[in-house]
């Protein structure tokens, strides 16, 4: 006979349904048959959690990506402020092309950043909300 370690924990991945029943077996360590066994037994419904379990999922992702799009935006206001900075205080002329081109190349990975987070590429806006900068 199998030792199952974590009978709620294989019931609950059961009845979310977001797996396969193989897979499932397999995470837990047992055969699909006695997965059954299991869940004819307790008299379980393979994904009869499924729609609560992914919308808490997507609850889950968009604050993960508001999160890091909050961060995003702020690291890039940060880097190019702090460049600009640098860039008004240079008088060699290699050194402003050279901090234009760094510029140039830090604007293109911004650019994707943005694109992979759905912002737009472009400033629609700035205003300032206690101490926040919105863009």
Not at 12 to 17: C, F, L, R, S
Not at 28 to 49: D, F, N
Not at 95 to 110: F, G, M, N, P, T
């Amino acid at each position: 006979m199998n030792h199952l370690k974590n009978i709620g924990a294989l019931k609950a991945d059961y009845e979310a349904g977001i797996n396969s029943r193989v897979d499932i077996a397999n995470k837990h360590g047992i055969s699909a048959v006695t997965l059954w066994r299991y869940a004819s037994k307790g008299k379980w419904s393979y994904g009869k959690m499924r729609e609560e379990v992914l919308e808490s999922l997507s609850q889950a992702a968009i604050e993960r990506l508001s999160k890091l799009t909050e961060s995003v935006i702020e690291e890039h206001v940060l880097l190019l402020s702090d460049i600009r900075r640098k860039m008004i205080a240079l008088n060699d002329p290699k050194e402003v092309k050279r901090y234009s081109s760094q510029v140039d190349a830090l604007l293109k990975c911004i650019k994707g950043e943005r694109t992979a987070l759905g912002l737009p590429n472009h400033i629609v806006g700035m205003s300032t909300y206690g101490s926040e900068l919105i863009v």
